[in-house]
């Protein structure tokens, strides 16, 4: 997980900076990549679909025991719900996703879920 100094919880205005600025560090290179591209669109998504403290546990979500009694941002969305929700196919979501993941502002859990969907812990 990233520290609030980092990228992450800096406001958006400051941190996008012009790709030609000579003092612009690796980290501000990634943001950039993630927010001025269709990335963000899909992190707004998952950030919609955060799992909240009315969330009940049932077979196959155990994801209040896991992450929401432990103060992790969680949500547990389909691709093709992403997919939709976006209006980008399902390729193209996952190719975003692994963007978002390689910035660090998600964690694909090792947890499964029924229906196949992936755990995304956010931040």
């Not at 660090?104 to 992936?118: A, E, T, Y």
């Amino acid at each position: 997980m990233r520290n609030k100094n980092n990228s992450f919880y800096k406001e958006h205005s400051a941190q996008v900076k012009a790709l030609d600025d000579p003092t612009i560090t690796e980290e501000e290179l990634i943001y950039n990549k993630v927010y001025t591209t269709s990335a963000y669109a899909v992190f707004r998504i998952m950030r919609e679909y955060l799992i909240k403290r009315y969330w009940k546990d049932s077979k196959g979500y155990p994801l209040m025991e896991k992450f929401y009694s432990k103060n992790i941002l969680v949500c547990s969305i389909s691709i093709r719900k992403l997919a939709k929700a976006t209006g980008f196919g399902t390729k193209k979501v996952q190719r975003l996703i692994k963007q978002l993941e390689e910035a660090g502002w998600i964690i694909v859990s090792k947890i499964k879920v029924k229906d196949g969907q992936k755990v995304y812990i956010l931040g």
